[in-house]
Each structure stands twice: as C-alpha cells, then as structure tokens.
C-alpha cells in the first residue's frame, strides 16, 4: 500500500488539528494533495497547516463545529471557492463520552452521534454535489474496530461507527455510476492523545489480543487512507479497510 493519493487533488480533513486525522493531512499533504483542514481549535490547525507550508504544499485552515451543520455548509463551500473543488473528503472528526449504557446521559449518547455520524453525513451532502459533476470523487470515512466488534461501556461510540460503516456502503451505491468511490478504514489499537491514558495494565491487556503484538501508528492508518484516496483504488468502493493489527478479524 504504498501508492501516493492523487497529486494535484484537494482533500478536506475533519479532526485535522491532531492526532489521525494531522496525520493523514500531513501524508496527503506529502503525496501532493492540496489541503483544507478542518477542526474547532484554530491554534493547532494552523500549526498543521504550517508544517504543510514549510514542506511546500497548501494549506486553508477551516475553523469550525462538526456538530454545527451551517458551520459544515460554509466551510465547505469556502474550501471549494478557495481551491476550486473538492475532490477527496476524509470524514475523520470523532469524540468519545463513555459510560455503561443503563448510566449513560441522552445528551453524551447525542453529542457522540452528532460529532462522529452525522457530520459525517452532512459533509457528505455538502461535497458530492461538486464530486458528482466532476465525475471524480473520493470519500473515506474513519470508523473504528469497536464499530465492527463492539465494546463495553461505548455503546454511543460503538453506534456511531458501526452507523459510519452502514452509510459507507449506501452511500457507495448510490453514487458509484458517477465514478465516486466511498470507503471506509476501521483503526484498532493506535497510539494516540486518546490512547495514551488508558494506562498500563489497560495496554497490556490489548495488547495480549493484537496479533502483531505492538499498537498502530498513525502513519499506518494515514497510509491506508493515501491508498484509498489514490488512482491505484479506483476500483475498490464500499469497503472497510481494517488497520488493527489483527485484533478483529471478520
């Protein structure tokens, strides 16, 4: 999988400012994409789209709620205005509220779905229209193996990426004649800002179950995305790349 992602193209990243979606900004970036980076912190995205600048690519800092659908609208027609298309959109905005279910408040099960599901699907509607003309699209959807496994006390979670699966392959169908492919990738174990306190004991319990026997990098999963993303994918659509190391496998 070592394909770079279409060069010349524009890539909108959501949850841009850190951890897997900078990543995959920096790789797209890398592979010769031009960027629109979107997030609520404007600090960090302009620090990712700083890193993109001194590397020599382009970069438009997109400062914004994904649980806002008018703040979705304008940004995506401002990267469209800025850059004159959209061409590739990574669906990667996520948070989590854990709780067990029987305790879990309406408004964290809402505030999951509306961050990581539903956003996802307003993007979508906002950037296909351009896709759809251009005969041309890539969408990747960054879902999770607990959306494809399940997980205690993540039932909010669990819901919103196995949802992200289910609209993948819809949406996949629905727009396949016009040369739009969607896809999504499902992480396991990656060492990230949201990892990285589930302390000790946690860690080496998951990592007993990983076959590889190490955790991810997000390089690895911003190298399935550039796969995905690229010509050398063309044909692949309404798939579900794992990224785990071998802790799910179905």
Same mark, same amino acid.
Request: hydrophobic letters at 50%; charged letters at 15%; a positive charge.
């Given at each position: 999988?070592?394909?770079?992602?279409?060069?010349?193209?524009?890539?909108?990243?959501?949850?841009?400012?850190?951890?897997?979606?900078?990543?995959?900004?920096l790789?797209?970036?890398?592979?010769?994409?031009?960027?629109?980076?979107a997030a609520?912190?404007?600090?960090?995205?302009?620090?990712?789209?700083?890193?993109?600048?001194?590397?020599?690519?382009?970069?438009?800092?997109?400062?914004?709620?994904?649980?806002?659908?008018?703040?979705?609208?304008?940004?995506?027609?401002?990267?469209?205005?800025?850059?004159?298309?959209?061409?590739?959109?990574?669906?990667?905005?996520?948070?989590?509220?854990? &709780? /067990? $279910?029987? +305790?879990?408040?309406?408004?964290?099960?809402e !505030?999951?779905?509306?961050?990581?599901?539903?956003? =996802? *699907? @307003?993007?979508?509607q906002?950037?296909?229209?351009?896709?759809?003309?251009?005969?041309?699209?890539?969408?990747?959807?960054?879902?999770?193996?607990?959306?494809?496994?399940?997980?205690?006390?993540?039932?909010?979670?669990?819901?919103?990426?196995?949802?992200?699966?289910?609209?993948?392959?819809?949406l996949?169908?629905?727009?396949?004649?016009?040369?739009?492919?969607?896809?999504?990738?499902?992480?396991?174990?990656?060492?990230?800002?949201?990892?990285?306190?589930?302390?000790e004991?946690?860690?080496? &319990? /998951? $990592?007993? +179950?990983?076959?590889?026997?190490?955790?991810? !990098?997000?390089?690895?999963?911003?190298?399935?995305? =550039? *796969? @995905?993303?690229?010509e050398?994918?063309?044909?692949?659509?309404?798939?579900?790349?794992?990224?785990n190391?071998?802790?799910?496998?179905?």
């Amino acid at each position: 999988m070592t394909e770079a992602a279409a060069p010349g193209r524009v890539a909108l990243v959501t949850g841009a400012s850190q951890g897997i979606g900078r990543a995959i900004a920096l790789r797209l970036a890398a592979d010769g994409c031009r960027l629109a980076l979107a997030a609520r912190s404007r600090d960090k995205l302009e620090a990712v789209a700083a890193e993109i600048a001194a590397a020599g690519g382009a970069a438009l800092v997109l400062p914004l709620d994904v649980a806002q659908e008018a703040e979705i609208k304008a940004g995506v027609k401002q990267a469209a205005a800025h850059f004159g298309q959209i061409d590739i959109l990574v669906n990667n905005a996520g948070i989590t509220r854990d &709780q /067990l $279910l029987l +305790r879990m408040k309406r408004e964290d099960w809402e !505030a999951v779905l509306a961050t990581n599901l539903t956003a =996802a *699907f @307003l993007f979508c509607q906002a950037a296909l229209p351009g896709m759809i003309r251009q005969r041309w699209g890539r969408i990747i959807n960054i879902a999770s193996v607990v959306g494809q496994s399940g997980n205690p006390g993540q039932a909010n979670y669990v819901a919103s990426k196995a949802g992200l699966i289910g609209l993948t392959k819809s949406l996949a169908l629905e727009v396949a004649s016009r040369q739009v492919t969607v896809n999504a990738v499902a992480p396991g174990f990656i060492a990230t800002a949201m990892t990285a306190g589930l302390g000790e004991a946690t860690t080496a &319990q /998951l $990592l007993q +179950r990983i076959p590889l026997g190490r955790i991810g !990098a997000e390089a690895e999963v911003a190298a399935a995305v =550039a *796969f @995905l993303a690229s010509e050398g994918a063309s044909y692949i659509t309404g798939h579900t790349l794992a990224v785990n190391g071998g802790l799910y496998l179905a």
